[in-house]
């Protein structure tokens, strides 16, 4: 399956982004959705993710009550919605799929395909 994430821009910190991410194939439903990021200089991390029906979703502590992820599978998309962004949260955010689509999984190598990242920039 091929992912195409959009929406990242320069926000100020406290706004707020959409992040989109379209799926190339059907079932999308067959599949776990995430969001990773990585800054410069540092290694990829978990941001979101979410079961093929929404159902249970998982977060990372430092966008827990700031980011939702959601999705829409009659469209093929998954959605990141970003509020009360900080400098910090300044990144490439990658959308994954996950075959395994029960489980809303934290670890990079769990996933099997991913997106080409799109850049958000959060200025203080």
């Known amino acids: 399956v091929q992912l195409q994430a959009s929406g990242g821009g320069l926000v100020q910190a406290g706004g707020s982004l959409r992040l989109s991410c379209a799926a190339s194939e059907r079932p999308f439903s067959s599949y776990s959705m995430g969001w990773f990021r990585q800054a410069p200089g540092k290694e990829r991390e978990f941001v979101a993710a979410i079961t093929w029906n929404g159902g249970l979703s998982k977060y990372a502590d430092s966008v827990k009550g700031r980011f939702t992820i959601s999705r829409d599978n009659a469209e093929n998309k998954v959605y990141l919605q970003m509020n009360s962004l900080k400098p910090e949260d300044t990144a490439v955010y990658y959308c994954?799929?996950?075959?395994?689509?029960?489980?809303?999984?934290?670890?990079?190598?769990?996933?099997?395909?991913w997106g080409q990242g799109t850049q958000v920039t959060v200025s203080s």
């Open positions: 994954a799929a996950d075959n395994t689509r029960w489980r809303p999984s934290g670890a990079s190598v769990d996933y099997d395909y």
